[in-house]
């Protein structure tokens, strides 16, 4: 592979997570000679992370493994402002008490990956509201924004994607570079970090922290990237057809995010075992070898052990169990999906349209529409054609549900409540 000297680069060299590194020389001789502290800033702009953003942690993860010390950052400051990076247009500004709610919930998915606690590799969760809340203005353009050059931060292309749209920048977003650089001199003078971590779209922010580092008296901070992920398709990681692929199950259940990586394109499989799994590299090489149906068996290996770091081993067999028994046996799995519907609401009549929506299968009447003309739509495993028809409390099987399928593997069970 790459030589590198260090657990941490050699893990992540070939497992594909590497996209940029400021000095790999240098950062790779102080991983191999002393334990690092690094650090991943997340922005709470949901109540959940969704899966474009596992592989920062899945990074995060594969530091505290190899032997050194993590830092979640949450940006309960930043989140204030809303980072600009290849953004269309600005983002929409939330309440204090709207981001320290995200926060609240955000954090409930770290203690899956990272172990947090006391000690020198003991992972921190910490927000960087503590610091950036209480800053003077005056003072802060005073000690911090006179080793900014403006024309240097034009030159990003993070920043001239957006003066090249309708969409204006606005001064308060141009303002983000600036207190995420200065994120890092806090947590290096805070909590010694030396590296931060991020997509590559953040290179240009790390490495404007690297440099208000050098100027501010930092020991030499290090930057490292991966690579931004699109699914062989192109697809954005993160994304399915019924929205966002959240980590939070109260958002989107153990199920569907099952089903999400069994869905994975062939092309992809072994590409993301090695980012998203902890199977040793011998075993996904064995795996690599596999062809025709023997692929779809490691699709559900893959999403077996994706959900298992997530959600926990047994969680993650249920959905498993609950996939193998609906498509397998063509039983009515109890685990799958479901949605209440009043009762009263059925006893009248729901339009197709309409519950195909609820049921989380589209968007909108229109989306819903054309699933139907495409014949991708069956009740009760029954092919429906008519995007007029009504569905009421007639449709109830035995089993006191009806069920809703869109293809052959997105099932939800309505039930009256």
């Known amino acids: 592979m790459s030589g590198f000297k260090s657990d941490f680069l050699r893990t992540l060299s070939e497992r594909g997570f590497i996209h940029q590194v400021s000095d790999e020389s240098g950062l790779d001789d102080l991983l191999a000679k002393e334990t690092v502290t690094a650090y991943i800033g997340y922005d709470p ?56 709610n995200n926060i609240a919930s955000i954090k409930r998915v770290f203690a899956n990956y990272l172990n947090y606690g006391e000690g020198p590799k003991g992972a ?10 209480s800053l003077n203005y005056l003072e802060f353009l005073r000690d911090v924004g006179k080793h900014f050059s403006v024309n240097r931060m034009l030159s990003f292309d993070s920043v001239k994607t957006r003066l090249d749209r309708e969409q204006s920048l606005s001064f308060l977003e141009f303002n983000y570079m600036i207190l995420q650089a200065y994120d890092f001199v806090e947590l290096s ?13 953040q290179w240009g922010n790390i490495v404007n922290g690297i440099d208000l580092g050098h100027r501010m008296g930092t020991p030499q901070l290090y930057a490292l990237t991966a690579p931004l992920l699109t699914t062989s398709s192109g697809a954005k990681m993160g994304k399915s057809a019924s929205g966002a692929v959240w980590l939070n199950a ?28 902890k199977l040793p590299m011998a ?13 779809n ?73 054309r699933h139907v003309q495409g014949g991708a739509i069956r009740i009760n495993d029954k092919a ?6 009504t ?17 052959k593997k997105k099932h939800v069970l309505v039930r009256p409540a």
Request: glycine content about 10%; charged content about 25%.
């Open 189 to 201: 003078q805070r909590y010694g970090c030396r590296l931060q971590m991020g997509g590559s779209d």
């Open 45 to 100: 702009t949901a109540s959940s992370l969704h899966v474009g953003h596992l592989m920062q942690i899945m990074m995060l993860h594969w530091f505290q493994e190899t032997g050194h010390r993590p830092i979640s950052l949450m940006g309960g400051g930043t989140g204030m402002v809303g980072d600009p990076s290849f953004k269309e247009e600005a983002r929409q500004l939330m309440t204090i008490e709207t981001i320290e």
């Open 297 to 369: 068996e490691v699709k559900k290996i893959l999403a077996t052990e994706v959900t298992t770091m997530l959600h926990g081993r047994a969680a993650a067999e249920e959905a498993a169990e609950t996939a193998r028994k609906t498509f397998e046996e063509g039983a009515l799995a109890e685990n799958l999906p479901s949605v209440d519907v009043a009762k009263s609401e059925l006893d009248a009549g729901i339009g197709l349209l309409a519950l195909l929506v609820k049921a989380g299968f589209a968007a909108s009447n229109g989306e819903a529409r």
């Open 124 to 133: 921190l969760m910490i927000n960087n509201a503590e610091w950036l809340r």
């Open 384 to 389: 429906v054609s008519d995007e007029r028809m």
């Open 391 to 407: 569905i009421g409390s007639r449709d109830v099987t035995a089993d006191g549900v009806i069920k809703v399928s869109m293809g």
């Open 250 to 277: 109260d958002l989107l259940p153990v199920y569907d995010f099952w089903q999400y990586w069994r869905n994975t394109e062939d092309a992809d499989v072994i590409k993301f075992m090695k980012l998203f799994t």
């Open 283 to 295: 075993e996904i090489e064995r795996m690599s070898k596999l062809a025709g149906s023997e692929i």
